[in-house]
């Protein structure tokens, strides 16, 4: 007696998986296209929320590919292997574990004790985890349609041997193999080399996109930034209007005050005209919640001009501090539509012009300014520093599109923390937030020749610290001790609680600096020059005025030895004691 090797359904099995599986990745395809799905950023760390919604995504996907094939031999020729691989190489393990077990999970509460539920299920669990182990072992081959087509191959395989292997009586195990087993294979690993294909495919188009959008940014605030120097004014604001209406080619553009219209160019310019008061209720809106606002039709605008031909528009506050100053206006028409990406557009240019207005703003802080001297430390604010910063931005918008933003969210933040001088004392965590701002750009500029490590003991994240006190030394650290080495080095920033104080090291293994450069740190004089030390006298000056100089800096360094920095900082509302101050403390290392 002969056995075929296939049976007569294999062939139309074949076509009915291969039919629903491009159903199948239509869906899919689709969905990840929309932005809340775009915005996951697995390649990096991210929050909970993108995680669980990446496992629900793809178990969704390897759910609907048990339905997608027949019903065969009380089994299901079914497609599962497509979601739960793609999840795991796509987001690694966590994805893929977590999308195999509610496929998998799936499987078996639909069939429990059915003739290969557990089989099944188990076999979608070790698919998915195996999937997600490549993705880390090797990251940058993760969306390689090849290792898919591998994994494909592989797992459906181990998928058989386990059908084989626990499925009872084993005659008809064998049988349903005989039928499922070829097509399951074959179609399952080509279908999930044509997913990664297509998920590489979007990630790609996002990356051109993204960089194209940095780099508009990058143009549009190295133009604007001579004009916004001086405030918001009518002429500042118009000259900004028109650079944003000639790299962007929207309809119209307009910033308006706090209840006037600044400047409007474009279209709409005979009736929205400088020096009136605003004419939408969309601006208004704006203006009263704080929020970014994209309204899409004439209605939600509001303009009380009948006929206004402007029917879309983007308005994003513009803010100084916690008080809104203004808004970024962009309007489109019927002929020149707006777009999601011009919306993203507008709010990062809104958070970089609000950073150059606060620059401008820099004067009305003379309280803080008067109590601890921030205004020396403001003005250290290295033009240098800013230049290179840009640069090595630009240089990563074309090969690393995502970091090149996420410096430039570094830079934003780190300047924003420069000019927040309108408080007292902040807490540790958001001081610690401006140091790695800064070491974010510098190790970006620098690679691997500038490293750090920061220890945080717990609990210490809400103790109250002068504000720009730790960055300084950070900077000073960096700038004086590692860059010289050729070889670079490495910083270190350790915060702990001690006999009732916080306890601050700012250590590096740079160049060190000589007993007199530690004395003109530790000098009680005036600062009268941007020259080197100032910042970290700066700081050490200020710790003297606001707590005493028992306070003050604590220096260990020698040259060639590295140097180490250390400060202590009372509770919060310790007043300055009444003695006399005893002699400074300075270390230099044999």
């Not at 969905?31 to 950023?41: D, V």
């Not at 990251?139 to 998928?159: F, K, N, Q, Y």
């Not at 499922?180 to 790609?204: D, E, S, T, Y």
Request: with cysteine.
């Amino acid at each position: 007696m002969q056995i075929a090797l296939f049976a007569p359904e294999v062939p139309e099995l074949f076509i009915t998986l291969s039919q629903r599986f491009g159903l199948l990745l239509a869906g899919g395809f689709a969905i990840m296209t929309l932005a809340p799905f775009e915005r996951m950023n697995i390649a990096r760390a991210r929050p909970l929320w993108s995680t669980l919604t990446a496992i629900v995504l793809f178990g969704v996907f390897g759910i609907l590919g048990t339905y997608t094939g027949n019903y065969v031999f009380h089994s299901y020729a079914n497609l599962r292997a497509i979601g739960v691989i793609t999840a795991g190489l796509y987001g690694g393990p966590v994805v893929g574990i977590g999308a195999g077990l509610i496929a998998g999970g799936e499987r078996y509460l639909i069939d429990i004790g059915g003739f290969s539920a557990v089989p099944c299920a188990l076999a979608t669990i070790l698919e998915g985890t195996a999937a997600g182990l490549v993705a880390r072992r090797f990251p940058g081959r993760s969306l390689d349609w090849g290792v898919a087509m591998v994994l494909g191959i592989l797992g459906e395989s181990a998928h058989m041997g386990l059908v084989l292997a626990l499925s009872r009586p084993f005659a008809e195990a064998v049988e349903l193999v005989r039928v499922i087993g070829v097509p399951m294979i074959v179609v399952n690993a080509v279908g999930a080399a044509i997913f990664v294909k297509a998920l590489r495919l979007q990630r790609r188009l996002r990356e051109q996109r993204d960089s194209s959008e940095a780099r508009r940014i990058l143009s549009i605030a190295s133009q604007t930034v001579a004009h916004l120097r001086g405030g918001l004014t009518p002429e500042s604001a118009r000259a900004t209007a028109a650079i944003i209406l000639a790299e962007t080619g929207v309809a119209a553009v307009a910033i308006t005050g706090e209840a006037t219209i600044l400047a409007h160019v474009g279209v709409g310019e005979d009736h929205h005209q400088a020096g009136s008061h605003w004419r939408t209720k969309g601006t208004r809106l704006a203006f009263e919640t704080g929020t970014a606002l994209f309204l899409r039709d004439r209605d939600s605008i509001g303009c009380d001009k009948a006929g206004c031909p402007l029917c879309e528009a983007i308005i994003v506050p513009l803010r100084k501090g916690e008080a809104i100053r203004g808004c970024l206006k962009i309007y489109g028409t019927k002929n020149r539509p707006l777009d999601q990406p011009l919306f993203e557009l507008a709010k990062g240019l809104a958070e970089l012009f609000s950073t150059q207005l606060e620059l401008e703003d820099i004067g009305i802080t003379n309280q803080l300014l008067a109590h601890a001297e921030i205004r020396r430390l403001q003005a250290q604010i290295n033009p240098h520093f800013l230049f290179n910063s840009l640069n090595t931005i630009a240089s990563f918008c074309r090969t690393a599109p995502g970091q090149a933003r996420d410096l430039l969210l570094d830079l934003a933040r780190y300047m924003r923390r420069n000019l927040d001088s309108s408080r007292g004392l902040v807490r540790l965590n958001e001081e610690m937030e401006q140091v790695r701002s800064y070491l974010a750009i510098e190790q970006a500029r620098f690679g691997e020749r500038i490293t750090s490590e920061i220890e945080l003991e717990d609990g210490c994240d809400a103790w109250l610290v002068p504000p720009l006190l730790i960055q300084p030394l950070v900077e000073n650290s960096v700038r004086h001790g590692l860059q010289g080495r050729r070889q670079g080095g490495r910083v270190r920033i350790k915060a702990h609680r001690e006999n009732g104080h916080l306890c601050v090291m700012v250590e590096d293994d740079g160049l060190g600096m000589s007993p007199d450069t530690i004395r003109e740190i530790l000098s009680p004089r005036d600062l009268e020059s941007m020259t080197e030390g100032v910042g970290a006298r700066n700081s050490n000056q200020r710790l003297v005025q606001l707590f005493g100089q028992e306070y003050a800096l604590h220096i260990e360094s020698a040259p060639g030895r590295g140097s180490r920095i250390s400060f202590r900082v009372p509770p919060a509302g310790t007043a300055v004691g009444a003695c006399p101050p005893p002699p400074q403390t300075v270390t230099s290392a044999p």
